[in-house]
Nanobody, 123 residues
Framework: QVQLVESGGGLVQAGGSLRLSCAAS????????MGWFRQAPGKEREFVAA????????YYADSVKGRFTISRNNAANTVYLQMNSLKPEDTAVYYC????????????????WGQGTQVTVSS
């Protein structure tokens, strides 16, 4: 099991940048694939990005490809989401998640979730 806590959200203008962090507790953090999801009010939670224990298996939603970058520091038990060129449609609560398996965009395959951090992009 693992506990996840997101931070780094806030209010930014369109075109700005934010870096979200997800701090994990748990000795076996490096064994989990990590994902980022987001959910706007009244909408379904949607996939953003996912990454395995290495730097080579990484997936992004088409809507964020080229703008967002997921990375992780296993020694620090932390996964990051660097968000550049933010758009108003990026406004949502962002969640990190962990799965003891391969990285996936399928929400139901993740076993552990953080509490979420709000990202608001103004236009």
């Amino acid at each position: 099991q693992v506990q996840l806590v997101e931070s780094g959200g806030g209010l930014v203008q369109a075109g700005g940048s934010l870096r979200l962090s997800c701090a994990a507790s748990g000795r076996d953090f490096s064994k989990y694939a990590m994902g980022w999801f987001r959910q706007a009010p009244g909408k379904e939670r949607e996939f953003v990005a996912a990454k395995n224990w290495s730097s080579f298996v990484t997936y992004y939603a088409d809507s964020v490809k080229g703008r967002f970058t997921i990375s992780r520091n296993n020694a620090a038990n932390t996964v990051y989401l660097q968000m550049n060129s933010l758009k108003p449609e990026d406004t949502a609560v962002y969640y990190c998640a962990a799965t003891f398996g391969r990285p996936t965009m399928i929400l139901g395959e993740y076993s552990y979730w953080g509490q979420g951090t709000q990202v608001t992009v103004s236009s």
